[in-house]
């Protein structure tokens, strides 16, 4: 049995996690997992991955946000409206240069340079580069206990991913601020989302593959059309949100969700399943 999982972060699968709810699937129909999802995914990449993959025996779909943007030449997708996500990836480093004048790409061993960062600074960084206590629990205790060492190596961790992605983040920023000058129109991309959502639904109905469908927010989907190839869910949304007492973040978990939020997906892609008669 084939099962391809489509959508955006909570869909994406670390086969080292057993309970990972895609680990559960495959273990739970001894499946194979032929496609898992990525970080902002947008739909028309669901709708493009999903056409691509071969031998489909069950698709599991995370609908994505509308203004998450295709982007077929990366890993990834992006958004149109967070310029924050974007100038997090160069802004701490212009920002440590202006302060003390200083190239550190020129450093083969950054954790010296560091040294030299005062506590306030460094917890301006963190902030900049989304790291959290919860993820770093041990070395954020040694900084406490003047070993500063730990914490300003995984800021530095992500300080070198930053450096090496500063040019293409920039170049993607001013693309997306010209598109939105000359070709970008809102209803337009709400119609090119809805296109894609209804080519899925279509797509899986008339391949008669079984599938399961979760929606997040109401206002995202056209009320004048309905789903066909299969069940849908909108009960698990909660679940996927920042404050959410399952979100343990991406440095413990693929999906950032724990055991718990895993085993309750899990539960209701079967309950779901189970109502369309698709279970082996």
Not at 24 to 33: H, M, R, V
Not at 34 to 43: N, W
Not at 189 to 194: A, G, I, M
Not at 214 to 242: A, C, H, N
């Amino acid at each position: 049995m084939n099962i391809g999982v489509y959508g955006d972060s909570i869909s994406r699968y670390d086969p080292n996690q057993e309970w990972n709810f895609v680990s559960l699937l495959k273990k739970e129909f001894d499946a194979n997992i032929v496609h898992s999802g990525i970080p902002h995914c947008s739909e028309e990449r669901i709708l493009f991955n999903l056409k691509k993959t071969k031998k489909l025996d069950t698709a599991i779909i995370f609908h994505a946000a509308p203004y998450h943007i295709f982007m077929p030449s990366w890993n990834k997708d992006v958004s149109n409206i967070d310029k924050t996500t974007f100038d997090r990836k160069y802004t701490a480093r212009n920002w440590v240069e202006s302060m003390w004048g200083t190239d550190f790409k020129e450093h083969d061993f950054y954790i010296d340079f560091f040294e030299n960062v005062p506590n306030g600074a460094c917890l301006q960084l963190l902030e900049y580069y989304n790291i959290h206590f919860e993820n770093y629990t041990d070395a954020f205790i040694k900084w406490q206990d003047g070993d500063s060492s730990e914490i300003k190596q995984a800021l530095l961790d992500q300080v070198r991913i930053a450096s090496d992605d500063e040019k293409f983040y920039q170049e993607l920023w001013t693309a997306f601020e010209l598109t939105r000058k000359y070709m970008y129109h809102p209803d337009l991309q709400l119609n090119r989302y809805y296109g894609a959502l209804m080519q899925i639904d279509s797509y899986l109905h008339n391949k008669k593959i079984p599938c399961v469908h979760f929606f997040s927010k109401d206002q995202w989907y056209p009320s004048w059309y309905t789903i066909t190839s299969g069940p849908v869910d909108l009960s698990m949304r909660e679940l996927y949100k920042d404050n959410s007492q399952y979100n343990i973040g991406y440095q413990q978990s693929a999906n950032a969700m724990n055991a718990e939020g895993n085993k309750i997906i899990f539960d209701k892609i079967k309950e779901l399943l189970a109502t369309s008669s698709t279970i082996p």
